[in-house]
């Protein structure tokens, strides 16, 4: 390969918050009498409740979330549309989801990196908060990486904002026209 680009993500084991929040909802999921071991005629309760809980948690900025909802009324109002509205997925899709990562950890390959590597990041991103100083000390061990980081504001999203292009467009287009081409 001659890029690579990886998004919201740490070098490293899952590990600290970004696991215990994982295993809270997996935990919060299948405790619930609803669920019967996967074995669910309708999606179990817990399962909304662990879904909505996670994505305010782990996803939408510290900065959005205090425009979005600066008073105790906003906050509920949206809390309740996130737990009224519709949703598409499975409680075990999900479970799956979740526990597939309980033993991702790029970090013992990072030295055998070849590629131009350019690591983006969101400074505010609550699974991967970047005040860990884990993604730069683990960039170093990657010859040619090196690191985006967006700057937090009421417009970025977390661990959401690198779903918008706008953000890292033009760090991507520089990647990609910089990069060797690598002989087939």
Do not use: C
């Amino acid at each position: 390969m001659d890029a690579l680009v990886p998004m919201a993500s740490q070098p490293t084991e899952m590990s600290s918050r970004n696991w215990m929040m994982r295993r809270l909802i997996i935990d919060t999921i299948r405790t619930d009498p609803e669920w019967k071991d996967g074995n669910y005629t309708t999606q179990p309760k817990a399962f909304r409740m662990a879904n909505v809980f996670y994505g305010i948690a782990t996803n939408g900025g510290t900065l959005a979330f205090q425009q979005m909802a600066p008073t105790r009324e906003l906050a509920d109002k949206l809390l309740d549309q996130r737990l009224a509205a519709p949703i598409a997925a499975d409680a075990n899709d999900f479970l799956y989801q979740w526990d597939s990562s309980r033993d991702y950890n790029p970090a013992p390959g990072l030295d055998r990196i070849k590629a131009a590597l350019l690591a983006i990041n969101s400074a505010d991103d609550e699974r991967n908060p970047p005040e860990t100083g884990i993604l730069e000390r683990e960039l170093k061990r990657v010859k040619n990486g090196r690191l985006y980081l967006i700057p937090a504001s009421a417009d970025t999203r977390g661990h959401g904002t690198t779903a918008n292009a706008r953000w890292w467009k033009a760090q991507l287009q520089e990647l990609l026209q910089a990069a060797p081409r690598r002989a087939m």
